[in-house]
Each structure stands twice: as C-alpha cells, then as structure tokens.
C-alpha cells in the first residue's frame, strides 16, 4: 500500500509537471507568433480592436484590425490609420483628410472619424495641429467584424473578466482530475457480481441505485470504452476479472470477441430505441 501511495504521487507530480511544462510552450508559442507579426507587418501592434463608433459605417465597435506600417509607404489621404498621441495610452482609429508635405520631404498630414463632425485637432496634445509618421502605428489592411468585442465587454466589465478566468481555471483543475483516474474505484460504475447489476456511484442516496435496460447497457459501455481509453494497472486489471461477461476478449488474440460485444450492446440500444417509437 504505501509503494503505491508513492506511485500515485510521483504519478501526480509528473502529470503536474507535464502541465506547466504545455502551458509555457503554449504561452512561448504565443509570443514567438505575435513577435513574428511586428516584424512580418512592421507594425508594433499588428491587431487591434476598434473601441468606438467614431469610424462608422465603415468599422464598428468590436471590429478587429489587422494592421502593417512600411515607412516607405507614404501616407494618402482617404485611408484609415491607427495613430497615438502623445498624454493618451489607447490609440486611435481614424480616417487621413489631409496630407501636407514639406519641401523638405516630411510630410504632416490630419485625421478625422467618419462618423465625427470636426477633424482630430482637439484630441492632439496642446499646440499640435498635424500628424507626423512617427505616430503611425499601423495602417488597416483588413478586418474581422465584432470578433473583438469579447476584449471590449472584459474590459467594461472586469468582474465578468474574473468570472471568465475562473471558469477557465476551474476547467483546468477539472480536466486535470479527470486524466488522473486510472483504477476502477474512481470510475462512477460499480458491479455487484452476485446479481448481475451495474450500478453508478453518481446515484443519490448512500447505496448505489440499479441501473436497468437500456441505461444498464449503455453505462456498461461507456465503463468499457473508458477502461480501454485508461493506461494498464492492477486495478484495471483487477476489473477484467471482475467484468460481467464469460469471456474476456481483452485476454484472447481473437478480436471478434470484442466485436460481439459491441454488437450485442449496440443491438440492446437498438431494440430500446425501437420499442421507444
């Protein structure tokens, strides 16, 4: 008993390790990919969620942004770039009206929403009336409508935020409770062989309630297909000893044991779904 205790935790560790260890190829993944798009599209930001109807009809709140900022690529009037001023941390999506260019080839240029009455000059910083590229941070490419919205409502509603981590979290431990079960008392069956019953540890009540019918036959295949999905141990093994059936087709080279099951299990579904309609 205690060796298997201590199997059990070093089998815990290990799956635990295994854990962190894809959650940091996930997250590296992650940031290998976004860090491949600045350098792809020249942009610091190469997605972006519009946060305001101010670039209606033509982008709508929640749309994504796909963006690329080539500085060799002179900005023209008409189109629609993602700029930062300076006192703001949010940038802005609007639309070129103006472009000014000097003499000496820098060119200045205004901006202003579509669906805004006056042009950007009262949101500059103070004394500033144009543009330059180096406030640039992308130029919209293309766009995914209202895929964004999920990042506007977490960040309008932070409880909802938590509540969606939480969730998350929860589905993690879950799952990782769920892939550790590998001996029979841990599977929601259990078979009295004395009458021939299975019966489900999820019933309510202190004993277990008898399974009848139909539901006996597809609980007992569900056990099966989960028992074959597990890794061998002395528990599942045990649990071949123990199965309601003469003949063990987990033990013989013959696979159409198998299959005779399943198709006996299958013909019961059947015949319950037949007397049903």
Do not use: C
């Not at 854990?19 to 798009?37: H, Y």
């Not at 990782?176 to 999820?202: C, N, Q, T, W």
């Not at 696979?255 to 779904?273: H, I, T």
């Amino acid at each position: 008993m205690p060796a298997e205790a201590e199997d059990g935790a070093d089998s815990g560790g290990e799956q635990l390790y295994y854990q962190v260890l894809n959650f940091a190829m996930i997250v590296s993944s992650a940031l290998m990919i976004w860090k491949g798009l600045i350098v792809v599209t020249g942009s610091e930001s190469p997605i972006v969620v519009v946060l305001s109807g101010s670039m209606e009809p033509a982008f709508h709140r929640g749309d994504l942004l796909f963006l690329t900022n080539f500085h060799e690529d002179p900005i023209r009037a008409g189109e629609i770039v993602v700029f930062k001023v300076e006192g703001r941390d949010i940038p802005i999506v609007h639309r070129v009206i103006k472009v000014h260019e000097k003499d000496s080839g820098d060119i200045k240029f205004l901006t202003k929403g579509d669906n805004n009455e006056v042009d950007d000059r009262g949101l500059y910083k103070e004394g500033q009336n144009w543009l330059e590229k180096k406030d640039v941070v992308g130029r919209a490419r293309g766009f995914l409508p209202y895929v964004g919205m999920v990042t506007i409502v977490m960040n309008d509603y932070p409880k909802f935020k938590y509540a969606v981590l939480a969730i998350m979290g929860a589905f993690v431990l879950l799952k990782r409770h769920l892939m550790g079960k590998k001996s029979i008392e841990e599977f929601p069956y259990s078979y009295d062989g004395g009458d021939k019953v299975l019966a489900s540890a999820y019933s309510e009540g202190d004993s277990d309630k008898p399974i009848e019918g139909y539901q006996q036959w597809k609980e007992a295949l569900i056990a099966l297909l989960r028992i074959l999905e597990t890794s061998e141990s002395r528990n599942t093994q045990r649990f071949r000893d123990t199965a309601p059936y003469n003949k063990k087709p987990w033990d013989s080279e013959d696979k159409n044991n198998l299959k005779e099951m399943l198709d006996y299990v299958y013909q019961q579904m059947n015949m319950r779904e037949n007397f049903q309609s």
